[in-house]
């Protein structure tokens, strides 16, 4: 029997000779260290606070995340050409050596065979960019201030490859989780022409640095991207996690075997619901892994963490997915 390691190698290879599905999150050992610097961004319903952007979330009983307020009293950016006296800090990385052992510490945990030790980075540049001045400017400013939207992501590429060095130089991590989310269910947000002129170049020299150091990429963006696939393979990502079925999981695994891995397809709208029932779990689990097959996919949620909203979800499908691995291979 393969080491999860191994596994997953085997998966990743457009001929490869895995045993068994990689089980969603079973090959990362997550440690979450943006979140011990976030400032008050809130990780529970009924809290709200402001990041170290200084971006005001607020976290609605009964919603299922945090999400940034843009009204006239709480967006940050009103004028993107005074984003240079608005966003002139960068996040606090903490000099404290407590923090950097106790990252250390729980990264000692992981299972040296069978897991990677990854760092996750909530919020990348897109994301960003429309947490700090709201969807519709961030949209328009790309297409009216093109240079200082330029100049602005250049300083976030800055602040994230500050985030990176720390993560391996001081932490050692073989693996980074980055989410940054890129579409709607039915069509990314920005033409591939677009997402090569902004996006595109800020990521290779992220993702970039990361390589350099043996890290894995494992990259988050539950939303349909298909088009938008070979400037992920061009910036460097080794697995796009939260892949919807939108993207026809079938095809692209086909035509992009090798070249990157594709995790998700089970849909989480699906099964994370407070009236969940196995029998819905089974089939979606089965749909999936059939659809997706043994290379270059990896049955998950299409969500972006290990776990569930509702109690069970996750477990179960975690067994159907060993189940199928038993029919399957």
Same mark, same amino acid.
């Given at each position: 029997?393969?080491?999860? %390691?191994?596994?997953?190698?085997?998966?990743?290879?457009?001929?490869?000779?895995?045993?068994?599905?990689?089980?969603?999150?079973?090959?990362?050992?997550?440690?979450?260290?943006?979140?011990?610097?976030?400032?008050?961004?809130?990780?529970?319903?009924?809290?709200?606070?402001?990041?170290?952007?200084?971006?005001?979330?607020? +976290?609605?009983?009964?919603?299922?995340?945090?999400?940034?307020?843009?009204?006239?009293?709480?967006?940050?950016?009103?004028?993107? !050409?005074?984003?240079?006296?608005?966003?002139?800090?960068?996040?606090?990385?903490?000099?404290?050596?407590?923090?950097?052992?106790?990252?250390?510490?729980? @990264?000692?945990? $992981?299972?040296?065979?069978?897991?990677?030790?990854?760092?996750?980075?909530?919020?990348?540049?897109?994301?960003?960019?429309?947490?700090?001045?709201?969807?519709?400017?961030?949209?328009?400013? +790309? &297409?009216?201030?093109?240079?200082?939207?330029?100049?602005?992501?250049?300083?976030?590429?800055?602040?994230?490859?500050?985030?990176?060095?720390?993560?391996?130089?001081?932490?050692?991590?073989?693996?980074?989780?980055?989410?940054?989310?890129?579409?709607?269910?039915?069509?990314?947000?920005?033409?591939?022409?677009?997402?090569?002129?902004?996006? !595109?170049?800020?990521?290779?020299?992220?993702?970039?640095?990361?390589?350099?150091?043996?890290?894995?990429?494992?990259?988050?963006?539950?939303?349909?991207? @298909?088009?938008?696939?070979?400037?992920?393979?061009?910036?460097?990502?080794?697995?796009?996690?939260?892949? !919807?079925? !939108?993207?026809?999981?079938?095809?692209?695994?086909? %035509?992009? $075997?090798?070249?990157?891995?594709?995790?998700?397809?089970?849909? *989480? %709208?699906?099964?994370?619901?407070?009236?969940? *029932?196995?029998?819905?779990?089974?089939?979606?689990?089965?749909?999936?892994?059939?659809?997706?097959?043994?290379?270059?996919?990896?049955?998950?949620?299409?969500?972006?963490?290990?776990?569930? @909203?509702?109690?069970?979800? &996750?477990?179960?499908?975690?067994?159907?997915? @060993?189940?199928?691995?038993?029919?399957?291979?």
């Amino acid at each position: 029997m393969l080491t999860g %390691k191994e596994n997953l190698q085997e998966v990743m290879k457009k001929d490869g000779h895995p045993d068994r599905f990689v089980n969603q999150w079973e090959f990362l050992h997550l440690l979450l260290p943006d979140l011990y610097y976030m400032g008050d961004y809130p990780l529970e319903p009924g809290k709200e606070g402001y990041d170290q952007f200084g971006v005001f979330w607020s +976290f609605p009983e009964g919603q299922m995340g945090a999400f940034p307020v843009h009204d006239d009293a709480h967006r940050v950016l009103k004028d993107i !050409t005074e984003w240079r006296e608005v966003v002139n800090h960068k996040p606090f990385i903490p000099d404290d050596p407590g923090y950097w052992g106790m990252l250390k510490g729980i @990264a000692s945990m $992981a299972d040296p065979d069978n897991q990677y030790v990854s760092a996750i980075f909530t919020q990348g540049i897109f994301e960003r960019l429309h947490a700090l001045m709201g969807m519709e400017d961030a949209m328009a400013n +790309f &297409y009216l201030e093109p240079e200082e939207m330029h100049e602005l992501i250049d300083f976030l590429v800055e602040c994230e490859l500050d985030f990176a060095h720390a993560m391996v130089e001081r932490v050692g991590i073989e693996a980074i989780l980055h989410h940054d989310d890129w579409g709607s269910l039915k069509s990314s947000f920005m033409s591939p022409e677009m997402f090569d002129e902004f996006i !595109t170049p800020a990521y290779k020299k992220i993702y970039g640095y990361y390589h350099e150091n043996n890290v894995l990429i494992v990259h988050h963006n539950d939303a349909f991207s @298909a088009n938008l696939i070979p400037s992920m393979i061009e910036m460097g990502i080794d697995i796009w996690q939260g892949v !919807t079925p !939108t993207n026809n999981t079938a095809e692209i695994t086909e %035509k992009y $075997a090798g070249q990157i891995t594709f995790m998700g397809e089970i849909e *989480t %709208k699906l099964c994370d619901l407070p009236d969940w *029932t196995p029998e819905v779990i089974e089939q979606e689990v089965e749909r999936a892994c059939r659809t997706g097959g043994k290379h270059s996919f990896i049955p998950c949620l299409t969500s972006g963490l290990p776990g569930s @909203a509702f109690p069970g979800v &996750y477990e179960e499908v975690s067994k159907n997915i @060993a189940r199928m691995s038993e029919v399957m291979f």
